[in-house]
């Protein structure tokens, strides 16, 4: 192809391009154009009677100030705990906390005590491993032996052998 053809394809690809792109646009565009005159010739005036939006403080007075007077007042689990002095709520909350490290040291002591006994069953393995490689490599280390023992009868008959004519 030459560079000719090939801009005049760019500028064909360009139009299309923007005629898809521009098109639907300016197509509804006129067409809302057209309809928007029908429609104010067909279409009256609307005429509300709303009446205006109530403020906070009539929908609930109490909430605009953030005080509710009656809260708790009938709710008597509610009204007990209200009336209940500060140093009796400490005191609760203390032996709430007292209650909850109780139980955190329980499970504590639990863990504990199975770490230790997986910790115990851990080293009686480790110990029979050990004992069991300890007893292979003397085992080994008795093999090695008889066996430059007998490289070394083997030798001395090989010599004796060849001394006596054998090849």
């Known amino acids: 192809m030459s560079g000719r053809s090939v801009r005049c394809a760019l500028v064909i690809l360009a139009v299309i391009s923007s005629l898809c792109l521009c098109g639907p646009l300016l197509y509804f565009k006129v067409k809302k154009g057209?309809?928007?005159k029908e429609v104010s010739a067909s279409c009256a005036p609307c005429i509300c009677h709303c009446s205006p939006p109530q403020s906070l403080s009539h929908i609930a007075p109490g909430l605009a100030h953030?005080?509710?007077k009656d809260c708790g007042k009938h709710d008597p689990d509610l009204k007990e705990e209200m009336e209940k002095h500060y140093v009796d709520l400490l005191s609760e909350e203390l032996?709430?906390?007292?209650a909850v490290g109780k139980e955190q040291s329980q499970h504590m002591n639990i863990t504990l005590r199975e770490a230790r006994r997986s910790?115990?069953?851990?080293?009686?393995?480790a110990e029979k491993c050990n004992v069991a490689t300890e007893t292979c490599e003397g085992a080994r280390e008795r093999a090695a032996l008889l066996l430059t023992r007998e490289?070394?009868?083997t030798a001395l008959w090989e010599r004796r052998a060849k001394l006596l004519?054998?090849?």
Do not use: N
Request: a positive charge.
């Open 34 to 36: 057209f309809k928007s």
């Open 66 to 68: 953030l005080t509710v």
């Open 95 to 98: 032996r709430l906390h007292d």
């Open 119 to 125: 910790a115990s069953e851990y080293r009686k393995e």
């Open 151 to 153: 490289k070394k009868i």
């Open 165 to 167: 004519g054998w090849e």
